[in-house]
């Protein structure tokens, strides 16, 4: 006997609400930062034992978007792990699809955001133009740059320009806009995105600089969500010792949880730390820090993660 799938919509204060397991939904197909875990070079104790035992859950920042009623799916970022993230994302939709989603959005030329394009190429898949979402000078470092530019020209890949604060419909009940950030903008600009669905309204902020540094407030921009997967690059100074903090000037989690210290309980259980260095004590449940940050109610983002919208 066949089962029919019930869709239920009702109307709350004008705003037309899901009812129904088929709602849309995001998924966490990523937590790490650009190099991964294990990563290359490292010699530390949190990278000794994966490389002979690699751990399936560590894969590089990226969430997917899945509208089972339209039967159609996104993934915000290609990462060096697209190709397993494309195959857990074809698992998680729950429904038949052909093998690459309906839209792939880049927020800036960084290793770990973009160069999973290059499994798109006539050396692996060869699609046959699939949607790459980007701002202006994203997308022109696609085009005039090799390896990219053949992408391109062969029209593995169609580039969509998408422009600040401008939506872009995925669906019937789905729409997503995106926003500059500050990050070290060498090869093009850098964004976040707002991920608007019938219920809920998702941040996705993977990059940025110190959030002094951004033209809008972050505690703002968390009380206008219900839900925020923001930069958890490294847990504080310890982490970068030998390193010029203005080479990679993101906010250490310290000082985000420091920000939101005077704010209520459910503005500190919106935030879910995101884009973990290897180094970051956060990649270990079991440690202080991880006991630190979930006892002052915040989240780390965690791998499969799923979340209604």
Known sequence: M????????????????????QSPFLVVLGTTQDGGSPHLGCSKKCCEMLFSSPDPSRKVVSLGIVDPIEKKYWMLEATPNFT?????????????????????????????????????GREVMSSNQTPVYAMTRMKGFLIQNGPWSQLVNLKNIKL???????????????????????????????????????????????????????????????????????????????????????????????ETMHLFKDQEPFMKSKINFIHLNHTNPLLDTTSQQYKSVTDNGFSVAFFKQKVNL
């Open 84 to 120: 397993t993230q494309v195959s857990l994302l074809n698992e998680f939709c729950g429904f038949q699809h052909h093998d690459l989603p309906d839209g792939i959005f880049i927020t800036h030329a960084h290793i770990g955001h973009y160069t999973g394009l290059m499994y798109l």
């Open 2 to 21: 066949k089962m029919k799938v019930l869709l239920c919509y009702f109307f709350f204060q004008g705003v037309l609400l899901y009812s129904n397991a």
């Open 160 to 254: 969509k320009n998408i422009n600040p604060g401008i939506e872009t419909k995925l669906s019937n009940s789905i729409s997503i806009i995106p926003f500059k950030v500050p990050h070290r903008d060498e090869f093009s600009e850098t964004v976040g995105y707002k991920i608007i669905g019938p219920q809920k309204t998702i941040l996705f902020i993977p990059d940025i600089d110190k959030w002094g540094k951004w033209n809008k407030k972050i505690i703002d921009e968390i009380n206008d969500v219900d839900m925020a997967f923001i930069d958890g690059t490294f847990y504080d100074e310890k982490e970068i010792n030998y390193r010029d903090i203005s080479e990679i000037p993101h906010p250490f989690i310290i």
